[in-house]
T-cell receptor, first 114, second 113 residues
């Protein structure tokens, strides 16, 4: 069975601080995909990144960066120089090679104060 | 282009009633998936449909059913509503291939009283 754990339920930071969200996953598959989604108060899940299990390169996109470490089954997400607009719930998710079933973690609520 | 649209946005029902939720995927997307998100938790997979056929089902009772129409829109039906069915129901669409990212709608907030 697949499982995703986001140990941090809520993180509160002051604007311009960096914030790192932890994600640990469990799977027996050798091929899988990892995702991060952002859920603002409107409810819509906004896609941030997809990473396949064979690509362990870290990635940076603007103020966002991701650290994938297969050896520790972790896929952590960092927001650099946080802004108030970053306030949302962030979900890490895991998917098998085929199909559209995403297994989500419990989410981490990020509150950025001005 | 319009994103994934869901209707209604909010719904209030009483225990034992039936509910139908609707989803229109992004134009050109042939796969629709449904997720249930209970307050304070991550979304849970309910169904996936592709080309009008069920391609996956999560761990939900038979009270939950769905279908996909020739225009790729979809309905999620829940019978004999329980208080525990209160949740945000999210629809996601994708082109349909195995290496696709999902685009989510804003959901239908269902309250069962």
């Amino acid at each position: 069975a697949q499982k995703v754990t986001q140990a941090q339920t809520e993180i509160s930071v002051v604007e311009k601080e960096d914030v790192t969200l932890d994600c640990v996953y469990e799977t027996r598959d050798t091929t899988y995909y990892l995702f991060w989604y952002k859920q603002p108060p409107s409810g819509e899940l906004v896609f941030l990144i997809r990473r396949n299990s064979f690509d362990e390169q870290n990635e940076i996109s603007g103020r966002y960066s991701w650290n994938f470490q297969k050896s520790t089954s972790s896929f952590n997400f960092t927001i650099t120089a946080s802004q108030v607009v970053d306030s949302a719930v962030y979900f890490c998710a895991l998917r098998k090679a085929a199909g559209n079933k995403l297994t989500f973690g419990g989410g981490t609520r990020v509150l950025v104060k001005p | 282009d319009a994103g994934v649209t869901q209707s209604p946005t909010h719904l209030i029902k009483t225990r034992g009633q039936h509910v139908t939720l609707r989803c229109s995927p992004i134009s050109g997307h042939k796969s629709v998936s449904w997720y249930q998100q209970v307050l304070g938790q991550g979304p849970q997979f309910i169904f996936q449909y592709y080309e009008k056929e069920e391609r996956g089902r999560g761990n939900f009772p038979d009270r939950f059913s769905a279908r996909q129409f020739p225009n790729y829109s979809s309905e999620l039906n829940v019978n004999a509503l329980l208080l525990g069915d209160s949740a945000l129901y999210l629809c996601a669409s994708s082109l349909g291939g195995s290496n696709e990212k999902l685009f989510f709608g804003s959901g239908t907030q269902l309250s069962v009283l």
